[in-house]
Every structure is written in structure tokens, then in C-alpha cells.
């Protein structure tokens, strides 16, 4: 599972660095792209997180 998550990860941020580069001269799509990159690898490790700690018998999860 961990390994899933490397490479979700590691996706992301090669699509990041090409868009950066593509955009390198508009700095308002720069910023826009780096929200919404940092949004993206944030999302994956709750999606993460959640999965492990539903794996665990007997965690009491809060939703």
C-alpha cells in the first residue's frame, strides 16, 4: 500500500515540475499550479491515512 502511495506521489510531482516548466513565464499560473499541487499531495496521504486506519481492528475512527 505504502508503495501505491510513493508512486501516486511521485506522479504528482513529475506533472508538477513539467507544468512549471511549461509556465515558467506566467507567474499567476505558477502559483496556481503549486496550490494545487500542494492540495493534491495533501489529499493523498489523508485518502492514505484513512485506509490504514480503517485496517486497524478496534481504532475507533471519527467521521
Keep these: 500500500m505504502c508503495r501505491k502511495l510513493v508512486l501516486q506521489i511521485l506522479f504528482i510531482s513529475v506533472v508538477f515540475v513539467i507544468l ?4 515558467k513565464s506566467n507567474m ?11 492540495f493534491a499531495v495533501f489529499f493523498a496521504l ?3 491515512g484513512r485506509q490504514k ?4 481492528p478496534g481504532k475507533r475512527v471519527l467521521t
Design 20 to 23: 512549471m516548466l511549461l509556465f
Design 53 to 56: 486506519t480503517k485496517s486497524i
Design 28 to 38: 499567476y499560473v505558477n502559483i496556481a499550479i503549486s496550490a494545487v499541487y500542494v
Design 46 to 48: 489523508y485518502v492514505y
